[in-house]
């Protein structure tokens, strides 16, 4: 037999690709934002009035013996204590009247599990520049500059920080347990208008123990 032209067989197109759709992402609804609280401050900016004593800290030894002398003449009656000059707090300051701070301040008292500035019921302390404590015993680092006079078991009222810039110098960290201003259980204070640097610890705490029924209330 004789040889057969056998047709070409036809090339087989290439796949067309099917297109990648990209997924519809699901819509995310945004989140409804918690109003801010309007909250009328008047209350917190309370003031005792009555006698003014100046404390001049130019060369004292002590601004803590200087200014808690200054209180002890104000007695028992309202007033406030305005101390210049800056210095070094070695004694704890019992804040029992208004105190205003002018120029800048170390924290030298050696303590570590009470503060350096003691706050008392109904006091409002403004100004200046204070600095942290460097104080350290057995590994344990001091922390706090301002303290409820009544510590962490006690109970307080109406204390109020305005105006205070606080710098941090302890080198030791407790790992972040206690605070640069522990207000415990107060009702009623504030911490208003302050710059607080470089914190070893948690810059500012309502709230202590409960053991005796007290709580922190109201705290701005």
């Not at 900016?45 to 004593?53: A, E, K």
């Not at 707090?89 to 804040?95: A, G, H, S």
């Amino acid at each position: 037999g004789g040889r057969k032209n056998i047709p070409p067989i036809p090339p087989v197109p290439p796949a067309t690709p099917t297109p990648t759709v990209a997924p519809t992402p699901t819509p995310i609804a945004s989140p409804t934002p918690f109003p801010t609280p309007q909250i009328d401050l008047t209350s917190y900016l309370h003031q005792q009035g009555g006698l003014s004593i100046v404390a001049d800290a130019v060369g004292a030894r002590d601004v803590g013996e200087l200014v808690n002398a200054s209180f002890d003449l104000l007695g028992n009656d309202p007033g406030k204590v305005i101390v210049r000059g800056g210095g070094s707090i070695k004694t704890q300051i019992v804040v029992s009247h208004d105190l205003e701070f002018q120029g800048e301040y170390t924290c030298d008292t050696e303590t570590v599990w009470s503060g350096c500035i003691l706050l008392k019921d109904n006091v409002t302390v403004t100004g200046g520049t204070i600095y942290g404590p460097t104080f350290s015993q057995d590994g344990q680092p001091a922390i706090t500059v301002f303290q409820n006079a009544s510590g962490v078991h006690g109970k307080s009222a109406n204390i109020t920080i305005k105006n205070v810039r606080i710098r941090d110098r302890q080198p030791i960290s407790d790992g972040g347990v206690r605070q640069t201003i522990s207000l415990g259980n107060c009702e009623h204070g504030a911490v208003i208008d302050s710059d607080i640097g470089g914190s070893a610890g948690i810059s500012v705490q309502f709230g202590g123990t409960s053991e005796q029924d007290h709580h922190a209330r109201d705290g701005v």
